[in-house]
């Protein structure tokens, strides 16, 4: 007798689709690469000496440093042109913030499982990995500082420079995978030009600068 088809979602296991297999490939290439560019995720690591060094980098990148240092900016501030800017930068942060929260939520990636979880001031989506929060930070600060402050030229090098290392030195600390951090670089980068496109200023919130 004939034997019966199989099923098609057996087909499909038994004959997995070329996007599948590449896929899992680089799943499989980001984690093996990632884990070994953990050179500081312990005191035990290959670079373990230059811990305490990459957190002190990875509170530089954290959100509530420069969501009270733009705060404290913003009251402080007696420039109408200077409120402004540091208006927007703050709501680029929020922005910033809820963005990342909510695709943490959606995605749940695990964590690198060389991961120390002793990073400063988490919350609940911070067990997540995908995308990284430092990155998306990094890049959206990044492009908001150089288009809004006059800088000298060797400043705006090192604007870059803070940006990258911020990036890197969560792979090296173990906190995410490459993947995360590519992403979250692409995703601050496009967030600052939603910044731009919902620009604030006293003709289009009038209320907002009437209370600062």
């Known amino acids: 007798a004939a ?56 509170v530089s990148g954290h959100g509530i440093p420069w969501l009270l240092g733009t705060f404290y900016g913003l009251c402080q501030s007696d420039s109408s042109a200077a409120r402004e800017v540091l208006l927007n930068l703050l709501f680029a942060l929020l922005l910033d913030l809820v963005m990342v929260a909510v695709v943490k939520g959606l995605v749940k990636r695990p964590r690198p499982t060389h991961n120390k979880m002793d990073m400063f001031v988490t919350i609940s989506v911070d067990k997540y990995s995908f995308p990284s929060g430092h990155a998306t930070r990094a890049a959206l600060v990044c492009r908001f500082v150089l288009r809004h402050l006059v800088l000298a030229v060797p400043l705006r090098v090192l604007v870059v420079l803070w940006a990258l290392i911020v990036s890197v030195s969560r792979v090296m600390l173990g906190r995410h995978n490459m993947t995360d951090v590519l992403f979250g670089l692409v995703l601050g980068y496009a967030l600052y030009s939603v910044v731009e496109h919902c ?14």
């Open 3 to 58: 034997a019966a088809p199989l099923p098609e979602g057996d087909c499909m296991k038994l004959n997995p689709s070329f996007v599948g297999i590449a896929l899992s490939s680089l799943l499989a290439i980001d984690l093996w690469a990632s884990k070994r560019l953990g050179v500081c995720a312990g005191e035990g690591s290959a670079w373990g000496s230059a811990r305490p060094l990459m957190k002190v980098i990875e």
């Open 199 to 212: 620009w604030l200023s006293p003709l289009n919130a009038p209320a907002l600068f009437a209370f600062w």
